[in-house]
């Protein structure tokens, strides 16, 4: 059983408001949870231009996002991307804004990525794409809670994460969905009691 406090552990990667983590990881009994520790967002429209890392999140067809994790786990590991979208009335009581999007942002890419690094980049020496991992849908009315095994299935973007690890990962919209509906998908992540995040957990 996850410990429901976090007397003793250790924090894997720093991120805003970590005096809130407490909440967050005590309401997911399994998988464990990490938000991301760096968080960068670039655009093609202006290839030169410096981005460092924040908390704001854009993905569109010339906007991507980028993601860096760093965990500690037993060697058989697997992790998998999921998108914590609380609803925007919980979001509001809490003094805090829902995202913003048009288009289909049901199916948003997600690629494993090369090392992202610790200073600004811009979109010019944004990191390479490795491999497709899966989608993720951004949506607030997607309940997974009746989809019973979902996390196991594609289109989740899962993957090996056993031992001392770095994670990098680029969202972006499909190709696809940009051509036919349209695709932006904009916010600043919360990283408190509702949350809205894109986060890495612990497939269990």
């Known amino acids: ?114 090392a992202l690094p610790k200073s600004g980049i811009t979109w010019d020496t944004r990191p390479q794409r490795l491999n497709l991992l899966g989608t993720l849908n951004f949506t607030e009315d997607y309940l997974r809670s009746y989809d019973t095994g979902w996390q196991l299935r594609d289109p989740t973007p899962r993957f090996g994460c056993g031992g001392k690890k770095e994670t990098n990962v680029e969202i972006a919209c499909s190709a696809d969905a940009v051509e036919d509906s349209g695709c932006w998908l904009e916010f600043e992540t919360v990283f408190s009691d509702p949350p809205l995040s894109i986060d890495l957990q612990e497939l269990r």
């Open 1 to 114: 059983m996850f410990p429901r406090t976090l007397n003793g552990l250790t924090f894997l990667t720093p991120y805003p408001n970590k005096d809130q983590a407490d909440i967050l990881l005590a309401s997911k009994k399994s998988p464990k949870m990490w938000f991301s520790g760096r968080i960068v967002n670039v655009n093609s429209n202006e290839p030169s231009r410096v981005k460092t890392p924040g908390s704001h999140v854009v993905i569109s067809g010339t906007d991507s996002t980028f993601f860096h994790w760093v965990t500690n786990l037993s060697p058989t590991a697997s992790c998998y991307i999921e998108a914590v979208v609380s609803n925007a009335s919980a979001l509001a009581a809490g003094g805090k804004t829902s995202y913003v999007s048009t288009g289909n942002i049901s199916a948003l890419e997600v690629w494993n990525v090369t």
